[in-house]
Every structure is written in structure tokens, then in C-alpha cells.
């Protein structure tokens, strides 16, 4: 379980959000709303320790996050930002090697996420030659290898086809089904009506 409490946060002057509170149990998700620069990327980055909370402002499992326990607290969570977390001069098979080595998973297992988004008949490719949509494809294929109980993605939707948006709903249902935890940020008001507004 996570918690908010009062959330702020100020850039400068300009406050970009205020008094956020939130609880969000297994098999929840919430959804940030908000027009582009309205504070939803970093909201989202405060949510994963990227941005140091403040005291009494977040709780893992009712237990406060502090700089002694933010790395344990982020060794639950997957994180998907607006950077990709790629090496774009690298082949996607050496990708693939990387995140065995950090991660400790099998090649079985990343090649088997590869399909699911259709990206593994570029194994052999550049990552700077693949399309934006298929970098992104590359990308959240996390969501299918990496087991984490949060997710905290940043307009994941966005640069997809239909067919990964297709992938990705499903995905986020199983994830879900699975009493993971999820906290996404959009700006597309078709996605799902509750959540948080900016």
C-alpha cells in the first residue's frame, strides 16, 4: 500500500500542486489527469523518490519513506518516465543483455516479454533506427519481465499504435488481477475518470 499525504510541491515561486492526498491498495490504480506542464511528471517522479519527499509525505506499507529506506522502497516499484531508459548506439539484443546482468532475468524470460509487445524480431537491430513506437514497445516491456509490485507510469500511452495500446491495456489488467498497484499519468481524457487532477 502507498500513501500521500498533503503532497506539495513548488518550483521557484510557482506551485505546481498542493494538499495531494491519496491511498492506493492492491489491485488499485490511479489515474493523474492534467494538461501538459500541469506538474503530472513531477508528481509522478516525487512518487518514485526521484525528488526527495518531504517528511510525513509518503508511506510504503504505512511506514514512512525516508532517505534510510527510499532504495528499499524503490526495489518494489517499476518506473516508466518520458525518457526511455535506453542506449540508443546499442542493438536491442545488447539491451537485452544489459538488463540481464542488472536484473538477474533470464533471456527466456526478456525474449518472451519481446513478443508480447512485438519487438523481438529486432533483436538484431539498432535502437537509434527503431520508429519512436517500437522504442517505446522496447521499453515497456519491463512491465512484462520486471516483478514489481508498483508501477508507476508517465503517459505510457502515448507514441503507440492502436495495437500497442491494445497490449499495454492488457497488460495493466493483468498487473492489476495480480493485486498489483498502479499510478499512471495522462492527458487524454478518454482513459479512465477517476483519479487525481492537476
Given at each position: 500500500m502507498?500513501?500521500?499525504?498533503?503532497?506539495s510541491?513548488?518550483?521557484?515561486?510557482?506551485?505546481?500542486?498542493?494538499?495531494?492526498?491519496?491511498?492506493l491498495?492492491?489491485?488499485?490504480?490511479?489515474?493523474?489527469?492534467?494538461?501538459?506542464?500541469?506538474?503530472?511528471?513531477?508528481l509522478?517522479?516525487?512518487?518514485?523518490?526521484l525528488?526527495?519527499?518531504?517528511p510525513?509525505?509518503?508511506?510504503?506499507?504505512?511506514?514512512?519513506?525516508?532517505?534510510?529506506?527510499?532504495?528499499?522502497?524503490?526495489?518494489n516499484?517499476?518506473?516508466?518516465?518520458?525518457?526511455?531508459?535506453?542506449?540508443?548506439?546499442a542493438?536491442?539484443?545488447?539491451?537485452?543483455?544489459?538488463?540481464?546482468?542488472?536484473?538477474?532475468?533470464?533471456?527466456?524470460?526478456?525474449?518472451?516479454?519481446l513478443?508480447?509487445?512485438?519487438?523481438?524480431?529486432?533483436?538484431s537491430?539498432?535502437?537509434?533506427?527503431?520508429?519512436?513506437?517500437?522504442?517505446?514497445?522496447?521499453?515497456?516491456?519491463?512491465c512484462?519481465?520486471?516483478?514489481?509490485?508498483?508501477?508507476?507510469?508517465?503517459?505510457?500511452?502515448?507514441?503507440?499504435?492502436?495495437?500497442?495500446?491494445v497490449?499495454?491495456?492488457?497488460?495493466?489488467?493483468?498487473?492489476?488481477k495480480?493485486?498489483?498497484?498502479?499510478?499512471?499519468?495522462?492527458?487524454?481524457?478518454?482513459?479512465?475518470?477517476?483519479?487525481?487532477?492537476?
Amino acid at each position: 500500500m502507498l500513501s500521500g499525504k498533503n503532497i506539495s510541491y513548488a518550483r521557484g515561486v510557482s506551485s505546481l500542486f498542493n494538499d495531494i492526498s491519496f491511498t492506493l491498495k492492491k489491485e488499485q490504480m490511479i489515474i493523474v489527469r492534467g494538461k501538459n506542464g500541469s506538474g503530472k511528471s513531477t508528481l509522478l517522479r516525487l512518487l518514485a523518490g526521484l525528488i526527495r519527499p518531504q517528511p510525513q509525505m509518503l508511506f510504503w506499507k504505512e511506514e514512512e519513506i525516508t532517505s534510510n529506506n527510499l532504495s528499499t522502497y524503490q526495489q518494489n516499484l517499476l518506473y516508466f518516465g518520458h525518457r526511455l531508459a535506453l542506449h540508443p548506439e546499442a542493438l536491442v539484443k545488447d539491451q537485452m543483455r544489459l538488463w540481464q546482468d542488472i536484473y538477474g532475468i533470464s533471456e527466456k524470460v526478456i525474449g518472451e516479454a519481446l513478443e508480447i509487445w512485438d519487438v523481438s524480431r529486432l533483436i538484431s537491430q539498432k535502437i537509434a533506427h527503431l520508429s519512436q513506437g517500437q522504442q517505446k514497445r522496447l521499453s515497456l516491456s519491463r512491465c512484462s519481465w520486471l516483478d514489481r509490485p508498483l508501477w508507476i507510469l508517465d503517459e505510457p500511452q502515448a507514441g503507440l499504435d492502436q495495437e500497442g495500446r491494445v497490449a499495454l491495456t492488457k497488460i495493466l489488467q493483468e498487473h492489476l488481477k495480480r493485486g498489483g498497484m498502479v499510478i499512471q499519468a495522462t492527458h487524454e481524457e478518454d482513459t479512465a475518470p477517476d483519479g487525481i487532477w492537476l
